[in-house]
């Protein structure tokens, strides 16, 4: 067979989600949603490598974020366009040297491996150029078209009906043609089939599963939850904990613990705390950089890296609550590798010391102290990244602005403060 090779689209902004980050970057379960995918293409040994596209702003954040799980088919990640289509293009463009490739939505976190082994499977045996497989299934409600005053005007017969899915698996060269004629007649189709469909090329259905829908709104994301619940309990066996890979030092187990009900979370201890602070002066002629999120109103920090005393400081609680060294240990600030650095990627980079050391992250809690800008608007995406990077929910992410009445340089506005406490597990 071919090689194969993935791609996991994750560049959408996801308007209904509501949230104020990308969807994709989302908690569900024990891991952002983005990654749920990830793990099914890694473990499927049907997929040589896949690369990841990601908004062309978050590049940083999707590397840090992924940077602690230790990928081994991740080629890379790349940055993504204005659609779908270009976003896809983009991925595909960038797998070279591969026969068939397999496009998928990160949107579709319970992707098996079995669906997505199958649907590379049945495209490997269509041969060259031909394979055009999508995954599907068919519809199971009456579907009626409706015109733009809201009145019924015809009700198509139901067995031909399918809802396509991903992922979508083709020939390269034959999508890369795909997305050549559309882009050159300007036509943007809503899937990838759709593009090699107007090429004259037959796309065969491969039969999918009602699981794997595509997470829109926050609706969606409950749904999925509930079916990772449903799947864990039905992997409990003999009260054995299921590795959550997160959530600080918490697992599901069956039974009851400690007073515990079934299926609850239930602690494992000893929980060590430790405590972190730092400051910096502005400097007007840099990006304000806080909890991970760019702050238009500025002015931006002074600092080696991008000067985040936020996530400085949390850096600083993490190591000290295991009892390591500070940050400045692991990352000098005379050392040109972390010049302008994210620090969500350097946070990502304490989570795995943490590991390494044999802790984990359960909870944190920071105070920013700035007399300006206004954090308020900013707080939910600082708690959604850090959240996401260090491999817990956002709500046990606390993250509080204050001022200092006008006292001392935070109240003569020459720069900002930031304490962190972070309670760690081992």
Not at 114 to 135: D, M, T, W
Not at 140 to 158: A, F, H, L, Q
Not at 253 to 267: K, V, Y
Not at 286 to 293: A, K, N, Y
Request: proline share 7%.
């Amino acid at each position: 067979m071919d090689k194969v090779g993935g791609v996991i689209l994750a560049a959408g902004r996801g308007e209904r989600m509501g949230a104020p980050i990308n969807k994709a970057f989302l908690p569900l379960g024990d891991r952002p949603l983005l990654l749920h995918s990830i793990i099914t293409f890694e473990a499927a040994a049907a997929v040589d490598a896949y690369i990841v596209v990601a908004p062309p702003e978050e590049m940083a954040f999707c590397r840090a974020l992924l940077a602690p799980y230790g990928l081994q088919k991740l080629v890379a990640v790349v940055p993504g366009g204005l659609s779908r289509q270009e976003s896809a293009a983009a991925g595909v463009r960038a797998l070279q040297n591969f026969g068939l490739v397999a496009v998928h939505d990160a949107a579709r976190p319970l992707l098996s491996v079995e669906l997505l082994e199958g649907a590379v499977k049945r495209a490997a045996a269509a041969g060259y150029p031909g394979a055009a497989v999508v995954v599907a299934v068919p519809v199971k409600d009456t579907v009626k078209m409706v015109d733009s005053s809201g009145i019924v005007r015809e009700t198509p017969v139901r067995d031909g009906l399918w809802i396509v899915q991903t992922p979508q698996v083709f020939q390269r060269d034959l999508l890369l043609r795909a997305y050549a004629e559309a882009e050159r007649d300007g036509f943007s189709g809503t899937d990838d089939a759709s593009l090699v469909e107007r090429l004259g090329v037959s796309v065969e259905v491969y039969r999918g599963s009602y699981d794997n829908f595509k997470v829109t709104t926050p609706e969606d994301l409950r749904i999925a939850q509930a079916i990772l619940g449903q799947r864990a309990r039905r992997c409990l066996v003999h009260d054995r904990p299921i590795p959550t890979g997160g959530w600080g030092a918490y697992n599901v187990r069956a039974g009851n613990q400690d007073g515990a009900a079934p299926g609850s979370l239930a602690p494992v201890l000893p929980l060590r705390v430790g405590i972190g602070y730092d400051v910096h002066h502005f400097d007007p002629e840099r990006t304000l950089i806080l909890g991970g999120v760019e702050i238009p109103e500025g002015p931006g920090l002074a600092g080696h890296s991008d000067a985040d005393a936020a996530l400085h400081a949390l850096m600083d609680s993490c190591l000290g609550a295991a009892g390591l060294r500070d940050i400045g240990h692991y990352f000098p600030p005379g050392d040109p590798r972390w010049k302008d650095a994210p620090s969500l990627a350097l946070l990502a980079d304490v989570r795995s010391i943490l590991a390494a050391a044999g802790y984990m992250v359960c909870q944190v809690d920071l105070v920013i102290a700035a007399e300006t800008p206004h954090l308020a608007p900013y707080i939910d995406a600082m708690q959604q990244r850090v959240g996401a990077v260090l491999g817990i929910l956002p709500g046990n992410v606390g993250i509080k602005a204050t001022t200092t009445e006008g006292l001392g340089f935070v109240g003569r506005k020459e720069g900002i403060a930031a304490w962190a406490v972070a309670t760690i597990s081992g």
